[in-house]
């Protein structure tokens, strides 16, 4: 009696370097490898503004060029900090400055951005 070998069917992910165009803000990616192409994400220099030892925003450039969910574009990354908590008076009046300054700060990385698209996206 002849017995047939089993088979199975295995999904593999098979991984490869590529090579893509970087811009010039870039300063790395956060992380060595990719899993798939739309992972690939550009990160310009990180910006934070910080309070009494508290982060209050990170902001950075971004641009995802092989995103299939999200736009394409070069955009300002926004991360919101830890300043979240109780405060006394002259804490949050530090507090209300640093935001003054935050928001003097994000307005400035917009204009960068405005510029950055406004020559190509580059």
Not at 31 to 40: R, V
Not at 77 to 91: A, L, R, W
Not at 103 to 111: F, N, S, T
């Amino acid at each position: 009696m002849s017995v047939e070998p089993r088979t199975a069917i295995v999904n593999l992910l098979v991984t490869k370097a590529l090579e893509v165009d970087e811009p010039d803000w870039c300063i790395g990616h956060r992380a060595d490898e990719a899993q798939f192409k739309p992972d690939i994400t550009h990160y310009g220099p990180e910006h934070a503004i910080e309070s009494n030892g508290h982060r209050i925003l990170l902001a950075m450039l971004t641009q995802s060029p092989y995103a299939q969910r999200s736009s394409r574009e070069i955009s300002l990354y926004i991360e919101q900090g830890d300043f979240t908590g109780s405060y006394t008076p002259d804490e949050v009046e530090q507090l209300a400055d640093a935001l003054t300054v935050a928001a003097d700060r994000l307005r400035a990385l917009g204009r960068d951005l405005a510029e950055i698209l406004a020559g190509g996206g580059r």
